[in-house]
């Protein structure tokens, strides 16, 4: 039942903690929408089973809690991240299957996917600019800890609670509005494409009525074998 979404869960489990960042609006509660472009090889594309991975997701940020919606195959996925604590919610609901499925991520687990990603530091401005959604953005060259060289663009005209990817790009000062990572094996590229100021609600880490409680292990089994 979960084989067709085997793929997009675990993999946008960690994109849905990377999705906002840190720098003069101050917003502290709204929606961003991202574009979202993947590079995929050919068994990445096999594991998809013939589905395309979401080309937008929309998310909602309230007091640095965000929520994320993914519709992948028969399943609604939303990934809720607690950038205060680092910590986190997976929920998953199959109508079709009348199942519903919550996964607790604790500040291990976050730390352990945060372990995963490359440490990024010696951010340059380079000069070079464009307007992004709306934006003024310069160009920045950074440097991972295994030597890589990378570059993202950035604002510095947003000023936003503590969501998501500030945690990727420590010491950048600036909000990211497009950037390129990898992450699982999968390299995506995000770009914003606007941020809507306004109420989005409590967002909550609670596991809602009806949702049974499982582990990433459980989740793999129950999809054939995990990874």
Known sequence: MF?????????????GSAVIAHAQ???TEGTITYGMAYKLTDEQKSAMNGME???EVKVKFNNGLTKMEIE?????????SDNNDKSGLLLIDVPIAQKQFAVKQTKEDVAKIMGEIPKFSD???SGEKQTIAGYNAEKYTFKDDKGGAHEL?????????NVGSQNYFPGLGAFPVKYTMVQR???T???LKSIAEGKVGVISKDVPSGYDVVTMDDLAKMQGGGE
């Open 72 to 80: 992948q195959g028969p399943a609604l996925v939303s990934v809720i």
């Open 189 to 191: 590229t995000t770009t």
């Open 123 to 125: 951010f340059k401005a």
């Open 3 to 15: 084989k067709s979404i085997k793929t997009s869960v675990l993999a946008f489990i960690l994109v």
């Open 185 to 187: 094996g999968i390299e």
């Open 153 to 161: 663009w950035a604002t510095k005209e947003l000023d936003l609670p």
């Open 25 to 27: 609006k101050k917003i």
């Open 53 to 55: 991975p979401p080309a």
